[in-house]
């Protein structure tokens, strides 16, 4: 079974400044997707990133990106140019390509951004 | 366009009693469909998936069931509601043929919860 894990529960930064947000996962399977969602107070679930294993490329959003090992089976978030607004939890999530439909995620990390 | 209607947004039940949340789906056909549970500062517990009309994956053996009677509505129940049933319950959707891939650029679509507190 897959599992995704993030191993910070909460993070900070100072507003301008650039935050990382660690996530490993383990899966035996070589086609798959991650995600990055982000969960603010009001509790909607919405998408800030996401990556096809099959793409070496990392992706980015204007100032979010990730850092996409496969071999170490890491996906990190970097947040630029961090606003108050980007505070919330942000979670990370697995799902694997043509089989079972099951989004994973992690526990998720909390960030706090401080003016 | 697509949309996703998840109710009650809040819901305050007494410990026995049964449980139904429903959630609905527009704009699309044959979507997976899946009900996740959040505790308080938790993540995400997938519960049950579905990929089809009468198809239920369960995820975690507990007193919770769901059902999908109609091919875009996706119901979760209880007959008696436990403490530990309280929760943030989320339902979400999904364009994922397997084989395929999505039909959609987004992949993951979440309704807006609903707030179970059970006393």
């Known amino acids: 079974a897959q599992t995704v894990t993030q191993s910070q529960p909460e993070m900070s930064v100072q507003e301008a400044e650039t935050v990382t947000l660690s996530c490993t996962y383990d899966t035996s399977e070589s086609d798959y997707y991650l995600f990055w969602y982000k969960q603010p107070p009001s509790r909607q679930m919405i998408l800030v990133i996401r990556?096809?294993?099959?793409?070496?490329q990392n992706a980015t959003e204007n100032r979010f990106s990730v850092n996409f090992q496969k071999a170490a089976k890491s996906f990190s978030l970097k947040i630029s140019d961090s606003q108050l607004g980007d505070a919330a939890m942000y979670f990370c999530?697995?799902?694997?390509?043509?089989?079972?439909?099951?989004?994973?995620f992690g526990k998720g990390t909390k960030l706090t951004v401080n003016p | 366009s697509q949309t996703i209607h998840q109710w009650p947004a809040t819901l305050v039940q007494p410990v026995g009693s049964p449980l139904s949340l429903e959630c609905t789906v527009e704009?699309?056909?044959?979507?997976?469909l899946y009900w996740y549970r959040q505790a308080a500062g938790r993540g995400l517990q997938l519960l049950f998936y579905?990929?089809?009309?009468?198809?239920i994956s369960s995820e975690v053996p507990q007193n919770l069931s769901a059902s999908r009677p109609q091919d875009r509505q996706f119901i979760l129940s209880s007959k008696k509601l436990l403490l530990s049933d309280s929760g943030f319950y989320l339902c979400?959707?999904?364009?994922?043929?397997?084989?395929?891939?999505?039909?959609?650029?987004?992949?993951?679509?979440f309704g807006s919860g609903t707030q179970l507190s059970v006393l």
């Open positions: 704009g699309t056909s044959n979507p997976n």
């Open positions: 979400a959707w999904s364009s994922l043929i397997p084989g395929q891939g999505f039909t959609t650029n987004e992949k993951l679509f």
């Open positions: 579905s990929v089809g009309i009468g198809q």
């Open positions: 999530a697995f799902l694997r390509w043509g089989g079972s439909e099951k989004l994973v």
């Open positions: 990556q096809e294993a099959y793409k070496q």
